[in-house]
């Protein structure tokens, strides 16, 4: 257990939809990262906040978008679903000692658009 | 751009060595390693700093050329657990306050007994 959170564990939702994904960071972690994982794509970077800010973004759609909230929890929003967002989600925290990120993921939350 | 992982799959007999690669087309500044089973979340193995220094991790240890922009991990004498997919992630970046990882495809592990 890394001690992030991720709920839900499964979401399944028609195409057009749009969900929003939740996570909380281990205890004292104030950076938060959002992957997507497909089969076809690998592990994805999509965006990370720290401290409330965003800081770095990746390939991440415009139809996604994401937060993070004072008590430094994150929420992923997906909207406008297609079948081709269908992975597992995953967040993860990490304290930053210097140059050094160790990230703790979560347990991911996987998505099925149908 | 995504770093390039080799080999992509390998098969090892308990207690034999094994070693995966990871090389970049840009300036590395540091590489992370993680290992993911299947149906779980990666899992941390370690980071390397640029400077060239090598870490080592009980029987899993990795090295890092800045200047050939490479890493590799090393696994003596596997064990089961250790099977699973291995992900390099590079940060290109110098910008400390900008922290993204890009993955490599993987590599899938398998140990037999």
């Known amino acids: 257990d890394s001690g992030v959170t991720q709920t839900p564990k499964h979401l399944i939702t028609a195409t057009g939809q749009r969900v929003t994904l939740r996570c909380s960071p281990r205890?004292?972690?104030?950076?938060v990262y959002w992957y997507q994982q497909s089969l076809d794509q690998g592990l994805q970077f999509l965006i990370q906040?720290?401290?409330?800010?965003?800081?770095a973004k990746g390939n991440i759609l415009e139809r996604f978008s994401a937060q993070q909230f004072p008590d430094l929890h994150s929420e992923l929003n997906l909207s406008s679903l297609e079948l081709g967002d269908s992975a597992l989600y995953f967040c993860?925290?990490?304290?930053?000692?210097?140059?050094?990120?160790?990230?703790?993921f979560g347990p991911g939350t996987r998505l099925t658009v149908t | 751009q995504q770093p390039v992982q080799s080999p992509q799959a390998v098969i090892l007999r308990e207690g034999e060595d094994a070693v995966i690669n990871c090389s970049s087309s840009?300036?590395?500044?540091?590489v992370h390693w993680y290992r993911q089973k299947h149906g779980e979340a990666p899992v941390f193995l370690m980071i390397?700093?640029?400077?060239?220094e090598q870490k080592g991790h009980d029987k899993i240890s990795a090295s890092f050329n800045e200047k050939k922009q490479q890493s590799s991990l090393y696994l003596t004498a596997s064990q089961l657990s250790y099977s699973g997919t291995y992900f390099c992630?590079?940060?290109?970046?110098?910008?400390?306050?900008?922290?993204?990882?890009?993955f490599g495809s993987g590599t899938r592990l398998q140990v037999q007994p």
């Open positions: 906040y720290y401290n409330g800010e965003e800081r």
């Open positions: 992630g590079t940060d290109n970046s110098m910008d400390t306050g900008r922290r993204a990882l890009t």
């Open positions: 840009k300036a590395l500044y540091s």
């Open positions: 390397l700093l640029k400077g060239g």
């Open positions: 993860a925290s990490s304290v930053e000692l210097g140059p050094s990120y160790e990230q703790y």
């Open positions: 205890s004292g972690d104030l950076s």
